[in-house]
């Protein structure tokens, strides 16, 4: 279950991050675009693996 927590606080940290115009505009001023872009898509494939890695070890729960 922690690992599906960690993936999803990562990945949606850093799509609700680039909703912050003033500060995404710092760090792409500060490190360039393509660095950030990089980094932006490191994290969220990081996020996504860790989301899908969570519930790849959560207790499955039958329904029917």
């Known amino acids: ?5 960690a ?5 949606f940290g850093v799509h ?3 909703s912050f115009r003033a500060a995404r505009g710092r760090m792409i001023q500060r490190f360039g ?3 950030y ?8 494939i990081a996020g996504f ?3 899908v890695i969570g519930v790849g070890k959560d207790e499955q729960v039958i329904l029917w």
């Open 1 to 5: 279950m922690y690992w599906l927590i």
């Open 7 to 11: 993936g999803l606080v990562i990945f």
């Open 16 to 18: 609700i991050f680039s």
């Open 49 to 51: 693996n860790l989301i």
């Open 37 to 44: 872009k990089a980094v932006y898509a490191l994290l969220a």
């Open 33 to 35: 675009e393509k660095p």
